[in-house]
């Protein structure tokens, strides 16, 4: 496991609800990645916290928590709404979007984003990419997968990924038990996790043993779960972070790839035995990788040039 170091920064007055309280500030690193705790000197309970994907949370009382979850106060589906990448043209049915051709515009990664059997970088002209998007498809059952030296190299238990867990591998046995091969075991565990993961707005920083004992949270957390099981099954998997349509604009998404023979993107989220093709990869990799994400918030857009499955609708007699 990689190391994490907590600091004792200094001690702090801090105002929460009008109340002013003794703190004191710890930060927490993980690979760079910074989590600031304000920390009630008096009675050691967690008042604010902030976090490296840009929430703030503060200590609450259960009736004002309570008017946020209900709409009554600004929530999650407000900060997700202001974050989200704007379409230049709907998508009318995006779980059943096939292929597609788009230009990213942006800066940053947009001249870096990864190629994949479904990915195809066509064009780079100064901070726009143009891109061949196309859904995956579950492959016939395979052989166990030949793990060359980019597959060895890629870590199996992490911080946010215990793999190792006892219960996280009884349950990945479990899961896979009836599986004659790699795909049915990735099918299997993809389809486990959504049928047991509360779909929930998470704020917290992901972590698969967490999901696993909450059994909720968002797709970070239902990634961050399938992976760790593929992992404890001897599957190969990483995470892979995008964007990808729902309601009218491309959201900030997370799902796994497992290696099955070759990656097979899914979507445990949507219940996707595999992706569809609005799902847009940006990047690979846990949370060290994701906060690059961070520089693109606000700057980027879709412009969509071909829906190729509308087309092949169109000219269906």
């Known amino acids: 496991l990689d190391n994490v170091i907590v600091r004792a920064v200094r001690r702090e007055p801090l105002q929460v609800r009008g109340r002013s309280y003794r703190t004191v500030l710890l930060a927490v690193d993980y690979h760079g990645l ?44 407000d900060m997700l709404t202001a974050m989200a990448v704007s379409s230049s043209k709907p998508i009318a049915d995006p779980r059943s979007s096939r292929r597609l051709v788009l230009w990213l515009r942006g800066t940053g990664l947009t001249n870096q984003v990864p190629v994949t059997h479904r990915q195809v970088i066509n064009h780079v002209v100064a901070d726009a990419t143009e891109l061949t998007m196309s859904a995956d498809t579950v492959p016939p059952p395979m052989s166990a997968p030949i793990l060359g030296d ?34 049915e075991a990735a099918l299997a ?29 968002d797709c970070n957390e239902h990634t961050y779960l399938a992976v760790a099981l593929a992992r404890a099954s001897g599957l190969p998997a990483k995470v892979m972070v995008g964007l990808v349509y729902h309601k009218g604009a491309f959201y900030y998404h997370a799902w796994p790839a497992i290696h099955v023979g070759r990656w097979l993107e899914m979507d445990p989220t949507f219940g996707q035995p595999a992706v569809d093709a609005t799902h847009i990869a940006l ?10 994400l961070m520089s693109l918030l606000g700057r980027l857009q879709v412009e969509l040039v071909e829906d190729m499955t509308q087309a092949v609708k169109k000219a269906k007699p």
């Open 283 to 292: 990047l690979e990799g846990e949370l060290e990788n994701q906060m690059k």
């Open 189 to 217: 565990i993809n389809a486990w996790v959504n049928a047991h993961g509360k779909k929930v707005l998470t704020v917290s920083l992901p972590s698969a043993l967490d999901e696993f004992k909450q059994r909720e949270g």
């Open 150 to 183: 980019a597959l060895r190299r890629l870590p199996n238990a992490t911080v946010f990924i215990q793999s190792g867990h006892p219960q996280i591998i009884r349950t990945a046995r479990s899961i896979t038990a009836g599986s004659s091969s790699s795909v």
């Open 34 to 77: 910074e989590v600031k705790s304000w920390i009630d000197l008096e009675d050691g309970q967690m008042l604010r916290q902030e976090t490296p994907m840009g929430w703030v949370l503060e200590a609450s009382t259960p009736e004002d928590a309570l008017r946020a979850s209900t709409g009554d106060a600004r929530g999650g589906e």
